[in-house]
């Protein structure tokens, strides 16, 4: 499958010198591109000639390539086959200069509370450790059963060399 991965839209400086779109194949074969679409809002579209993308690589259009030129305010980029079916769309409310607009399902953050001062916060609040459930005792508990243990059988493996 291909995807439409990511945009800079609002590059620091000119925009039309910094501005693209990444394509990703997600497939497991190579995928040509042959007479595929890109589209904006606007309507303006690039026609892909002979361009294939590897299996699990990315092809950067740039605004040179495609003469596609992206709002910095609410874009929609659609991809369609050379049948005309649309295979993807990435669409943006808005874009700060020199943010990429990241796909969501390249999205791979996760949100952490903003009222929490950091991630550590939030582990030991959430009573997994600390909290009510003190759990560093019942790990020094093991760690010394498990070193009783080599010493003790060593101790014993001594005292049976002995005899």
């Known amino acids: 499958m291909i995807y439409i991965k990511s945009a800079l839209p609002n590059p620091t400086g000119p925009d039309a010198e910094g501005e693209w779109i990444r394509l990703f194949n997600d497939g497991t074969t190579d995928a040509s591109l042959k007479s595929w679409v890109i589209k904006d809002t606007s309507g303006k579209k690039f026609i892909f000639g002979g361009d294939t993308i590897k299996s699990g690589e990315e092809l950067q259009l740039n605004y040179s390539d495609t003469k596609i030129s992206l709002n910095n305010g609410a874009e929609t980029l659609t991809l369609y086959d050379d049948k005309g079916t649309e295979i993807d769309r990435l669409q943006y409310a808005s874009a700060s200069e020199g943010e990429t607009i990241l796909a969501p399902r390249f999205q791979i953050t996760k949100e952490i ?51």
Do not use: M
């Open 113 to 163: 509370q903003a009222d929490s001062a950091s991630a550590l916060n939030q582990i030991t609040s959430s009573k997994i450790i600390g909290g009510n459930y003190e759990l560093w005792p019942l790990l020094l508990g093991l760690i010394l059963a498990i070193l009783a243990g080599f010493i003790g059988g060593a101790f014993y493996k001594r005292i049976r060399e002995e005899l």
